[in-house]
């Protein structure tokens, strides 16, 4: 490990803040579930992270915690070398409480996976158990999982496959089981060549495996997924979701059908009469398999192995994660029988870039089309860390103020933090009834939107145990918190009658953030038919 890079890491705040929202934004959802679906969270965890780190921080840009991460090591150090965090669990008295980051570097000539490849072998020698399918046995696999750079199940999968791929490892019968046997020869052969072939062959490899999966998928489709067409992708910066658009199209799989679909209801069909009742036609049904199954073998054969593993590319999720969603729909998939959990931990992404070691290794040194994550003339990156603080937290006190040179460079449309809508600093203020002497605070700001009566304001409100089930509630700006509150226990099938309150900081039962149903009498603070939505200085993406 370079020790000025890691001083620099642990002393930098705009990189230590910014894994420090993974921390509290994990864990503040983690903590809302049970010890039981605590465990099968903690063993997703390092998908998760992986999910979080290539998803965007804000919304409609390209702010990724990988992107700012690096960005500001490549301007300090150079873009050689690449640092991937990666976090591990703390506990105290067997509770999780925090994670410790270590800290990974990726270069040519220092590559971790080369590193983890030749230790994977050591252990696979004299032999080793392995399924019919090949892959370690899980006791195997858990022996040697925590000696390896990604703690993941997967990423022993992606090294099992590539050393059989690379013909460094073979299966053979025994009595009652099987076993695998390193080839020795062809290992001292491969440990000989230089770092920059390693990857190469490597890289080979993975390609190869992802085109026969991909073809496996749509075998009459050969040419869209060989070899060559899978490089190409890459050195022509193509968009995901237009080549996935493409191959649709090719197939006559009509996808205007999936728009308003909602997605959370396939998990429930388990017979044709729940197809049935979804009303789903049978081609919108193949297109929706073939979408997910698409996506699947796309990330785990291709984008995580270049990207994660490799660090060839940088993914890109264009919607910030949502732990409360993620876990949740966790959770219920661990409830059904048979249900590979794997689906959850794998996405397609949207958008990618290549990196100083892709540009070199996988397209050899030549460079992309374009590029869509490109970060340029940024300004001081202290003052990015605050304007990305100050998004995530409306209430935050430290004032902030967004820098339109910053977010011109991330190429955003349409994004609440776009140069014509610059935010001013903010400043706490105070509304008060004076004929009622009732007092509630609020925050003034010009992101917040627009006060016009003709406004209609979208409510995405979340179940608190189970944040998958949400609804979208529509409230015209001249209705009021009262409306709202009837409204969501309408939707919900609440019982009338009960104490309610809204807490406008997001966080309950704080009371100066406080406004209350009319008929609680235990308290003098302010009551929600009072208050119009337009008059609450609400933000876009703002929780309550």
């Known amino acids: 490990m370079d020790n000025n890079i890691l001083n620099f890491i642990t002393n930098t705040e705009s990189i230590y803040g910014v894994l420090d929202i993974f921390k509290e934004d994990f864990l503040d959802s983690f903590n809302e579930f049970t010890v039981k679906d605590r465990l099968s969270i903690i063993k997703a965890m390092p998908y998760l992270y992986r999910m979080w780190y290539y998803s965007v921080l804000i919304d409609d840009?390209?702010?990724?915690?990988?992107?700012?991460?690096?960005?500001?090591i490549a301007e300090k150090f150079g873009e050689e070398t690449l640092v991937v965090p990666i976090p591990s669990p703390v506990y105290k008295r067997k509770v999780l409480k925090d994670f410790d980051y270590q800290y990974i570097l990726f270069n040519v000539d220092d590559h971790p996976v080369l590193k983890d490849l030749k230790l994977f072998l050591d252990y696979c020698t004299p032999d080793i158990g392995v399924g019919e399918n090949g892959l370690l046995l899980d006791s195997e696999r858990d022996n040697i999982i925590n000696q390896l750079t990604f703690k993941e199940v997967f990423y022993i999968t992606f090294l099992t496959n590539t050393c059989y791929s690379l013909n460094l490892l073979k299966k053979m019968r025994g009595i009652n089981t099987y076993r695998a046997m390193p080839i020795h020869k062809n290992i001292d052969e491969f440990l000989n060549y230089p770092n920059l072939i390693k990857l190469q062959k490597i890289i080979d490899s993975t390609i190869n495996y992802a085109s026969k999966s991909l073809t496996s998928l749509l075998p009459y489709d050969k040419k869209s997924f060989s070899k060559e067409a899978i490089k190409e992708i890459f050195s022509n910066s193509l968009n995901l979701d237009d080549f996935m658009e493409n191959i649709y199209k090719k197939h006559n799989i009509n996808i205007d059908d999936l728009t308003d679909l909602d997605f959370s209801n396939i998990s429930e069909i388990k017979s044709a009469e729940d197809v049935q009742k979804l009303n789903i036609s049978k081609n919108t049904l193949d297109a929706i398999f073939l979408k997910l199954e698409f996506s699947f073998i796309f990330d785990t054969h291709l984008l995580t192995p270049l990207g994660y593993y490799l660090q060839l590319i940088k993914p890109l999720y264009l919607e910030s994660i949502d732990f409360d969603i993620k876990f949740s729909e966790l959770i219920e998939a661990v409830n059904i029988p048979n249900f590979p959990l794997i689906k959850l931990y794998f996405n397609i992404c949207s958008e990618y870039d290549l990196t100083y070691i892709g540009r070199k290794v996988l397209l050899e040194n030549t460079d992309p089309i374009a590029e869509n994550q490109s970060l340029k003339d940024l300004p001081d990156f202290d003052t990015i860390y605050n304007d990305i603080k100050g998004y995530r937290n409306p209430f935050n006190e430290t004032p902030f103020e967004l820098d339109e040179d910053f977010f011109n460079s991330l190429n955003m449309e349409d994004s609440i933090f776009s140069p014509q809508k610059k935010s001013s600093k903010k400043s706490a203020s105070v509304n008060s009834d004076e004929k009622n002497n009732k007092v509630i605070k609020t925050f003034e700001s010009k992101n917040a939107l627009i006060s016009d009566k003709n406004k209609v304001y979208s409510f995405k409100v979340k179940h608190f145990y189970n944040k998958r089930s949400y609804k979208v509630i529509e409230i015209k700006s001249t209705q009021s918190l009262e409306d709202l509150a009837q409204s969501i226990i309408s939707n919900f099938g609440l019982d009338f009658?009960?104490?309610?309150?809204?807490?406008?900081?997001?966080?309950?039962?704080?009371?100066?953030?406080?406004?209350?149903?009319?008929?609680?009498n235990t308290t003098t603070k302010n009551i929600t038919p009072k208050f119009k939505i337009n008059k609450l200085s609400l933000e876009p993406k703002q929780k309550f």
């Open 497 to 520: 009658g009960h104490l309610y309150s809204f807490f406008m900081n997001n966080k309950a039962y704080d009371a100066d953030y406080e406004i209350t149903c009319p008929f609680n």
């Open 61 to 72: 840009s390209t702010l990724s915690p990988a992107n700012f991460i690096n960005h500001q």
